[in-house]
């Protein structure tokens, strides 16, 4: 069973940056879509990024000009880039790797950022 493993969340101050990172444990085939997705208290999940495997990105309107979703695929790897951050990215965020009859998610990184 291939697993995803997030890291690279933390405490940042408004205006800062994080990059997150996801790794999978095994090879993911192609075609696929890898993105990243959040869920703040008392929210439903929604989606910040994707990626596919032609690196056609699609992002969220909030995170627009802010977020760079990137892939390694020698790595079977997803990163985002998140400049600017304001309070209301505080979320846990996850990674998601798609595919015919693949649905994977990590297990969530923290993002909290401060006024």
């Known amino acids: 069973q291939v697993q995803l493993v997030e890291s690279g969340g933390g405490l940042v101050q408004a205006g800062g940056s994080l990059r997150l990172s996801c790794a999978a444990s095994?090879?993911?085939?192609?075609?696929?879509?890898m993105g990243w997705y959040r869920q703040a208290p008392g929210k439903q999940r929604e989606l910040v990024a994707a990626?596919?495997?032609?690196?056609?990105?699609n992002y969220a309107d909030s995170v627009k000009g802010r977020f760079t979703i990137s892939r390694d695929n020698a790595k079977n790897a997803v990163y985002l880039q998140m400049n600017n951050l304001k309070p209301d990215d505080t979320a846990v965020y996850y990674c998601?790797?798609?595919?015919?009859?693949?649905?994977?998610w990590g297990q969530g990184t923290q993002v909290t950022v401060s006024s």
């Open positions: 998601n790797v798609r595919r015919i009859r693949v649905d994977l």
């Open positions: 095994g090879s993911i085939f192609s075609p696929n879509t």
């Open positions: 990626i596919t495997s032609g690196r056609i990105t």
